[in-house]
């Protein structure tokens, strides 16, 4: 009589089943339908007439997924629609349900303003230096230009190099008031927008909270959007 296996030799046998199963695939459909998703998603955000492609990425080969007959794809909450993202993939008709996410990049091709040369740090940009190309928007977190007006006399704060898309974390940062000019106060509200003058504390960078004293005294600190202008967030 063949004596019982023991525990060890059990359980020695089911992790060498599980290592010779060969990782269960995504069906081809489930992952045009994620594609499908993600692309419906960035559109939604794109400018008009741009191209949006989403390609996808692999699932971690360690994972093993049973058979699925029907997968429903779905968006992450919290990620980005371009750029580097992912989408879920439920399965709902199997004999063991399952959930993944599935890595996808999106690029948005549409046009903006690149370089037409290697420019280096400190350069004072003007119209000749800037062409219109296609461009991926998802390939950095803030968005391409798009018109030369807004770049004209703005200094580089890092070198560019030829073709790159000129974004606003390229520029230095304009200085829209010194400490001690006078600057109007703006604040916006449901319904209510305040206008007043006041006197700056500080300097008034972009990108940089300022601080103002009001006509009345009062010391607040607001959002510097332009010449001498302060914006304050209610």
Known sequence: MRPAPTRAA??????????AAPAAELPPQAVAAALALATEAAQALAPPDARVLASAGALDPRL???????????LVAGSPSWGRTRVGLRCTQGSTPWNVFLPVTVQVLAPALVSSANL????????????????DWAAAATLPFTADQALSGRVLARPVAAGAALRPTDLQPRLW?????????????????????GRALTSGREGHPARVRTESGRVVVGRPVGERRVELAL
């Open 177 to 197: 008031f010194a400490a001690g000019d006078t600057v109007q106060i703006s604040a916006r509200g449901r319904g209510f927008a305040i206008n007043v003058e």
């Open 120 to 135: 280096p740090e400190g350069t004072r940009l003007d119209a000749s230096q800037l062409v219109q190309a296609e461009v």
């Open 64 to 74: 093993k997924l049973a058979h699925c007959t029907s997968v429903q794809p779905y």
């Open 10 to 19: 059990a359980l020695l046998a089911a992790a060498l089943a599980a290592m």
